[in-house]
């Protein structure tokens, strides 16, 4: 019984409440909008749907700070936890970068004038990012990032190799060491991209049947 209270708890803490919030932060957002701009709550859903592909630059953005975006693999998780745990990492890096850039010395005038607003219009627009579309992205990544979901849970490793104007591939054990040349062609290595792409073209989907 206590380990069964312990699951629940656990499932209420990471799941329920993260997904609660998530949810609440949206309806918020629409009723926000809807007083300020007196529009129908339905606006932020439209808005984020003609926004879908430069809400997706704006992640290609955020990871400039990241030599490898795709490694916060959170960004694509179904658990609004880990969710919202990598969503203020992706936002929260950049910031603490362009931070250290400006304690460091021999910067001139100029580039400080011209620079530090530049900074403080991205720690901004990071804030509106995670308050205005992280939210509503995790309902579109908990479809678009499902294959990349499976991708990751899958132990299945497919090489390929380009030789003149033959393209050879083979599939390898997951024991088998990466060979020295080609590349790993299971897609296993750029799960945000693709979860990215995917919400790109569902939002696009949506909106060209919104436009009829």
């Known amino acids: 019984m206590g380990a069964q209270t312990f699951s629940f708890k656990r499932l209420l803490r990471e799941f329920v409440l993260p997904f609660l919030a998530l949810a609440a932060i949206c309806v918020v957002n629409s009723l926000i909008i809807q007083d300020v701009f007196s529009v129908s709550p339905r606006r932020y859903l439209d808005w984020y749907v003609e926004a879908g592909p430069f809400i997706g630059i704006a992640v ?3 990871g400039a700070a990241w030599k490898e975006l795709d490694s916060n693999t959170g960004l694509v998780s179904a658990n609004p936890g880990t969710y919202i745990i990598a969503c203020s990492k992706l936002a929260g890096l950049p910031m603490f970068a362009f931070g250290g850039h400006l304690k460091t010395k021999g910067h001139n005038l100029w ?6 607003p530049l900074f403080a219009v991205f720690i901004v627009a990071s804030f509106a990012w995670l308050v205005l579309i992280a939210p509503l ?4 990544f908990l479809v678009c ?9 899958s132990n299945y490793r497919l090489h390929a190799q380009i030789e003149g104007r033959m393209l050879y591939y083979s599939e390898l054990r997951p024991e088998t060491p990466e060979p020295t ?5 299971s897609m296993r290595g750029k799960p ?3 979860a990215n ?12 049947l919104q436009s009829d």
Do not use: E, N
């Not at 992205?137 to 579109?140: A, G, N, P, V």
């Not at 040349?181 to 062609?185: E, K």
């Not at 792409?197 to 060209?208: E, P, Q, R, T």
């Open 137 to 140: 992205q995790y309902f579109l």
């Open 111 to 116: 580039d400080l004038l011209a620079g530090v």
């Open 181 to 185: 040349t080609g590349w790993d062609a």
């Open 197 to 208: 792409g995917f919400g790109v073209a569902l939002l696009f989907l949506i909106g060209y």
């Open 145 to 153: 990032a499902a294959p990349s979901r499976i991708i990751l849970r």
């Open 60 to 62: 290609v953005a955020f």
């Open 192 to 194: 945000v991209t693709m």
